[in-house]
């Protein structure tokens, strides 16, 4: 959840710290459709910059940074959907999340808009996971 300005400093450390031949993975927002929608939505519900790219877009500025695609794997954004949240974090720590939306009024307001934003944007919004290995 960068600018891409922060993106392409992030990957220029990637690419320092990997030998040749190197692997890194990561997991990103991807954006379908409406980018600048996505990211002014994101960025005023989330208070952080952040800048889902598409497709073609991650894999220029991975390769800009001199990282070469491996692999990638996309999906629908499942994040603060009961099943997913129960399947990443146990029941547990799933339990302990909704106590403290629920106990905590700013916590719960800001949720619940993410979550909001996530629903409306279902279409539009999902991750995606890219394997690369340096140059």
Known sequence: MQSPAGK???LRGVYQCLKPGGQFLTHELLARNHEIELHRVLSSVNRVNA?????EDWKATLETAGLHIQNSQTGAMRLLHLPSLIADEGVNSTLKIFWNIATQ???RSRVLAIRQVFQQYQQDLGYIILATTKF
Do not use: D, E, H, Y
């Open 105 to 107: 009024p700013q916590m």
């Open 8 to 10: 392409a400093k992030i």
């Open 51 to 55: 800048t889902p790219l598409s497709i």
